[in-house]
């Protein structure tokens, strides 16, 4: 099991920022390919962007050059800085792990195998 739980959702302003936070409770997870999703009520889960145990960063279309992943592997933790924030923004984010990756489809909810339990974004306008 890889256990994660994600922080730092709250309501901001538009135009504002938040940073989540998706701990991990084993340090395994760093070899693990870490992805941030999204959900809105009645939409379905929508890719935001992943971090591979590598480093490497790949972002969705509507959150690139405004939202920025991270990870620090001496805490076990990967992170959403998420700026510029828009209404359509809103959702349940997510965090999720596949080890060593998505075999290409990062973008696939399926191919996740541990989620954590979500933390709400909510933007005003």
């Known amino acids: 099991q890889v256990p994660l739980v994600e922080s730092g959702g709250g309501l901001v302003q538009a135009g504002g920022s938040l940073r989540l936070s998706c701990a991990a409770s084993k340090r395994t997870f760093n070899s693990y390919t870490m992805g941030w999703f999204r959900q809105a009520p009645g939409k379905e889960r929508e890719f935001v962007g992943r971090?591979?145990?590598?480093?490497?960063?790949r972002y969705a279309d509507s959150v690139k050059g405004r939202f920025t992943i991270s990870r620090d592997t001496a805490k076990d933790t990967v992170y959403l800085q998420m700026n510029s924030l828009k209404p359509e923004d809103a959702a349940e984010y997510y965090c999720?792990?596949?080890?060593?990756?998505?075999?290409?489809?990062?973008?696939?909810?399926?191919?996740?195998?541990?989620w954590g339990q979500g933390t709400q974004v909510t933007v005003s306008s």
């Open positions: 999720a792990a596949v080890y060593p990756d998505a075999a290409g489809r990062e973008w696939d909810p399926k191919e996740y195998t541990y």
């Open positions: 971090i591979t145990w590598s480093g490497g960063i």
